[in-house]
Nanobody, 127 residues
Framework: QVQLVESGGGLVQDGGSLRLSCAIS????????MGWFRQAPAKEREFVAA????????YYADSVKGRFTISRDNAKDTLYLHMNTLKPEDTAVYYC????????????????????WGQGTQVTVSS
C-alpha cells in the first residue's frame, strides 16, 4: 500500500516562501513521475510541477515557473515543493501524486494519469 503524506502548508504573506514536503511510504515498483497539483475553492485541480523519476527532469506550470522548484530526496523518500515569491492566487490545497509505469511524459500535467494521491495541505497567501 502506497501512502503519500503532505506537510508544510500554512499562512504566509504575499511575497513569502514555504516548503512543502511529501513523505512517501509503501512501495511503488516503478515510479515514472511524481507531481504537485493544487485546487483552489470552486476551481478544478491544476498541475503545478512534476519530476520524472528516471532522470530528475522537472516540469512546471507557466504560472509558477521561476518561483517554485520541485525536488526529491531519495534517501529520505521525500518529495519537496519549494515555493518563493508567493502570491494570493497561489492559495489552494496542494496535493502530491505518484505515477507508476514506464515511458511517461510528465509534461502533459494530466492529473488523471496519477494513481496515488496524498490528502493535501492548505496554503494560504494573504495580501
Amino acid at each position: 500500500q502506497v501512502q503519500l503524506v503532505e506537510s508544510g502548508g500554512g499562512l504566509v504573506q504575499d511575497g513569502g516562501s514555504l516548503r512543502l514536503s511529501c513523505a512517501i511510504s509503501g512501495r511503488i515498483i516503478i515510479t515514472a513521475a511524481m507531481g504537485w497539483f493544487r485546487q483552489a475553492p470552486a476551481k478544478e485541480r491544476e498541475f503545478v510541477a512534476a519530476i520524472r523519476w528516471s532522470d530528475g527532469r522537472t516540469y512546471y506550470a507557466d504560472s509558477v515557473k521561476g518561483r517554485f522548484t520541485i525536488s526529491r530526496d531519495n534517501a529520505k523518500d521525500t518529495l519537496y515543493l519549494h515555493m518563493n515569491t508567493l502570491k494570493p492566487e497561489d492559495t489552494a490545497v496542494y496535493y502530491c501524486a505518484a505515477k507508476y509505469g514506464l515511458g511517461y511524459d510528465p509534461s502533459s500535467g494530466r492529473s488523471d494519469d496519477y494513481a496515488y494521491w496524498g490528502q493535501g495541505t492548505q496554503v494560504t497567501v494573504s495580501s
